[in-house]
Every structure is written in structure tokens, then in C-alpha cells.
């Protein structure tokens, strides 16, 4: 297992990254930053920004007057960081969050949304899993869940199936989603509409948890997964812990192959790494910084 050794040096001319966000003590980002700014010889340092909601708009002043390269967003800014930002990409357009900020060379400041290619870059690579033509259940439709069925519509998905506890929500992602493609066909459901949900399972390509629930052993899924369908595969979000809920169920479900949400997480950050250095860092070692932070610190998940 990857093991941390050095620490990082910081001298007049080292560049500055961050993140922003609130409760963001536990962060796994500073050390995948900072360890590949140190394998590739890159004088950067990412240090973590933790910022209470009055002070979100100085602290985005902030960057540009510090002269930051760049920074990340997390919970609970990703939507509000918008009207503060000068250009924002497709993805974070169409999702309507940014998680990741570039200070550009003229001090104008570009928004990103990286978890959408975290996600269909995860699933490619550990579940050889593209969504074009396929039937895709997302449950949760927050962040993540926008993030990953939005991905899916934009990469052509046959059918989409979204289920939420909150209707509202459900209405308006889906309002969304048709807006940005009138091909893909689009369902949402409250948990209790089991026998429709069963329904989708028995013939879904992909199911996505994109809720919390499911990262204490004896945490049942968000929803049944009895009878999904055996050639399924399973992707949850959660990064926290190597099997989840979710996933357990699955595997006893007889499905084929079910993976946690570490591969996302290493690939919205890989992307971001890109954006603000213009190099591609090697994504196994993040994944093993990460890892080893996880499973070995348990103390990270308090
Ligand atoms: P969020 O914005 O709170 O969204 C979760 C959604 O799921 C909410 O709408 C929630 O409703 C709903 N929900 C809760 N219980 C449900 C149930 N039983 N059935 C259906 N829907 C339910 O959270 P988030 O930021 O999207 O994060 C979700 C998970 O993804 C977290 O575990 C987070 O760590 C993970 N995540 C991972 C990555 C990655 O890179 N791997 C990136 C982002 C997030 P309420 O609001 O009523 O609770």
C-alpha cells in the first residue's frame, strides 16, 4: 500500500490551489493534490479553504486577489459559486453546479463541473460501461445524482430512471434532462412506487446510488435491488467504504460486478489537476492516496 513520506515544500514562487467549502476537515484532496504536485516535480500546493456562507463571495474575490491558480467547490457551493464566476463549461451549465474554479491568465474566473467526466471515466474503466443506448436507474437526485444522470443523457442513454424521496426534486431534474435531450426517455419515482421500480430493475443496464445511504454494514439500500436484473452492473457514489449497501445487496442479487465511488472521485480531481496544470497525472496513484487514506485512517471518517 502507498505510503506518505515526504512533506511538501513550499517556497516563494509555489502556486496555490484550494478548496472551498464548509465542514471540509476530512477532505481527501489535499493529500491526491499534493502527492502528485510532489511525484511530477510540480511546485504547486493544495491546502484546504474551509469558508462559512457570508464569506463565500470575498473568499471567490479572494483567489483572484491571492492569486490562486485554481480551486475546487464542494457542499454546500457548488450552486451558489455560479453568479460569482465570469464563464461557466457546458457540464456545469447543464447540472447546474461547479466543483471546480479556474483563475484564468487574465484574472476572469472559469467554471467547471469535473465529477460528470469522474463518473463516465469510472464506470468505462472499472465496469467497461459506456451509457449510450443503455437503461440507467440513478437514485438520489442531488448533486451526484444530477451529475451522473445528466452524464448519461448527454452521452446518449436510452432511458434514464430517476428515483428520489423528495417529489420535487424528481420534477425538477427531469424537467431538466428533457431539456437536454428530447430522445432519452425519462421516469422518476418515490421509493414506495416499489412495483414500478421492480419493473425498471428487471431490465436496467446500470443502477447508480447517489444518496449517503449505505456506508454502515448494516444499512439496507435505498431500495430493494431483489430483483434486479443479473447482467446489471452497480455504481455507487460512495467513496467512504470499499463495500456499501448497495452494492452488497447486488452482489447478492447475483450481479455481475458492482464498484464504490473511489474511481469518480480520483477522476473529478485528475480533470481538475489538468485544468489548472496542464499535466495528466497518473490516476493509480491517486486512487492509491486516496485508498490509503480510507482503509487505513479510519479516522477520516468520523
Ligand atoms: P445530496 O445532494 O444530499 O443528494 C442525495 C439525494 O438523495 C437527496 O435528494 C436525498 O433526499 C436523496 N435521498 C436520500 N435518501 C433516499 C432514498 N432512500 N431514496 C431515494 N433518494 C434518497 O448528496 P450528494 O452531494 O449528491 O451526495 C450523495 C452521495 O454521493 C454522498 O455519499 C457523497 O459522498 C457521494 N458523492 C461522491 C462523489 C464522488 O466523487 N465519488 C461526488 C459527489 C458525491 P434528502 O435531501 O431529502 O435527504
Redesign the pocket.
Known sequence: MYKETEIAIVRGMTKLIGLIGRNIAYTLSPPMHNTMFRTMGLDYVYVPLPVEPEHLKDAIAGIKALNFVGVNVT?PYKEEVIPLLDWISDDARDIGAVNTVKVEDDSTLSGYNT?VY??LQ?VKEELNFVPQDKRILV?????????IATGCVKEGAKRVVL????SE?LENLKKDLLSLSPTTEIVGYL?NETEKIETELSNIDLVA?????G?NPQDKP??PLNSLNKQAVVFD????VKETATMRSARLAGCSAAI??????VH?GAKGFELWTGKKPDTKLMRKVVESHIYENQNLLE
Open positions: 457542499i465529477d469522474g463518473f469510472s437514485i438520489g437526485a442531488g448533486g451526484a445524482g444530477r451529475a428515483v428520489d424521496i423528495i426534486k421509493p446510488n447517489a444518496t449517503p445511504i456506508m435505498p431500495i457514489a460512495i467513496y467512504a464504490n465511488g473511489i474511481g469518480m472521485l473529478q
